[in-house]
């Protein structure tokens, strides 16, 4: 049976075009499938807030901050610097600055500084320090250095040794503590994700690693002390991630397909703050710090670092490290948190991606 021309070019054109066709509707809806950052979360509320003045010493717990661009205020503003290069020093190399204690006076507005004396069970080395410096006071009590951090450089104002040097023997070498104003004239500039060309605009930070602030979550602390109980009858507080803003979440590790976020008034409040928008540059990839107990300075020698490298490799950018909170950017100026509010993660995506070596 002889076909007609045309069936035949029907054949020749189906036997070609038939297994194309094929392979992209199967990789194309498999890719809808696997890609798709899913839908939104419902929303959750903050539970708890979290700042640490000086960068790796013990943190304050509180009800309520004022966010500013840079972070929370009074959060990483200040820390410890070697002398005379002004290095940055952190609880990766000294564990005992955890026991380094900042409290706040908001009636004198005042940081008064703590650490047990060296060779002594109850005697205390203390100074304070304006919390929020005038230029002037700035001007005649400390001078400009200009201070290390990671491989960068940025100006500092350095207190005199007048009001610091007994913390000399804390460390056992020569230290200065540099503060850095959320209104500098030379700010540092974020980078990594936080860069002007992947954020979209300019942000600057005092003395965070990274970001102005990290958001972690209940829901994961719980899930991660759950393998922790089950693997050394471990129970870890969440300050060990040093987080500054806790959030109760539903779902563990949701967090890491957030993408935006907004803070706003408790629900069932009549006030109207908050309407705070953050954009979440990146998930924040672990060194062994929450190895320490920020209580007694002591170092784990396992966890949660051996647990979470099981299982929080889960960033494309960042293979090697463990993944735990996530790191933001507040949008615009800003304003007043506090517990209650309402979170709501109001974009997710799944194209999240660690930048290193800064
Ligand atoms: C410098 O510090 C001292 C002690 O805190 C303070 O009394 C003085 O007013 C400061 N200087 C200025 C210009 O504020």
Redo the contacts with the bound molecule.
Sequence with gaps: MALSQASRGAIVVSAFFLPILTYLYFTRSRGKKSAGPGPLPPPTEITNIFIHPIKSCHGLTVKEAKLLPTGLDLDRQWMWVTYPDHKFLTIRSDSRMTLIRPTYNSGTDTLTVTAPAPNSVDEKLEFS??AH??P??L???TSTVNANIWSSNTPAHAYSTSLTGPFNDFFGKDVRLVYKSPFSDSPRALVSNGAKDILGREGSTCFPDLMPILVGCESSINELNTRLQAAEGLTIDVRRFRPNILVKSDKPWDEDRWKTLRISSKPGSDSKEGGITLDVTQRCARCQVPNVDPETAEKHKRQPWDTLMKYRRVDEGIKFKPCFGMLCVPRGEGGKISVGMKLEVTEVTDKHRYIGGF
């Design positions: 320090i304006p410096p005038t002037d006071w001007l005649e009590n």
